[in-house]
């Protein structure tokens, strides 16, 4: 087998694998997947959603938002010494509040996901422009 790197940054690596199977590159690419650690929304509190979307779907779209991945200090919230649900050691807490104010209908965007601890400060999503829902106005979208 052959591997060629075509380019590398910080987001993305693209190269070309020779002299191998399909087999062999799939074995790779699923071996990149579930040993790169990430992190990602996984619980979430709705407590007030005007937006068309219902709750499940704003939790699934939020599940999806990447989030930097640099340094995960991070420990599994089963494996930590607290006693609380969580802790800055086990979670990542983000919250969004946005009330739309003005006349027109609003995009509510991964830059309204507002951390609350100091693990979130370090978790915060890749990418400002993902769109999460849209909310009508006088309406609110709130949730942690
Ligand atoms: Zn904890």
């Known amino acids: ?24 590159a799939n074995s790779l690419r699923r071996i990149m997947i579930a040993e790169v650690p990430t992190v990602a929304i996984e619980a979430v509190e709705i407590t007030q959603n005007d ?23 991070l420990v599994f919230p089963q494996d930590c010494d607290c006693s609380q649900d969580a802790c800055d050691n086990c979670a990542a807490i983000y919250k969004i509040d946005v009330h739309n104010t003005t006349n027109k209908p ?10 609350i601890n100091s693990a979130a400060h370090q978790h915060l999503p890749v990418f400002d422009n993902v769109i999460i829902t849209t909310i009508n106005p006088n309406s609110r979208l709130s949730l942690t």
């Not at 052959?2 to 199977?21: A, D, F, G, P, R």
């Not at 937006?51 to 200090?73: A, K, V």
């Not at 609003?106 to 951390?115: A, D, G, L, V």
């Open 1 to 24: 087998m052959q591997v060629e790197i075509l380019s590398h940054s910080y987001e993305e690596t693209q190269l070309v694998l020779k002299n191998t199977n399909p087999a062999f």
């Open 51 to 73: 937006s068309p979307l219902i709750d499940e779907m704003i939790c699934h779209r939020l599940g999806l938002i990447p989030l930097q991945s640099d340094h995960i200090d």
């Open 106 to 115: 609003m995009n509510i965007y991964s830059k309204h996901i507002m951390p």
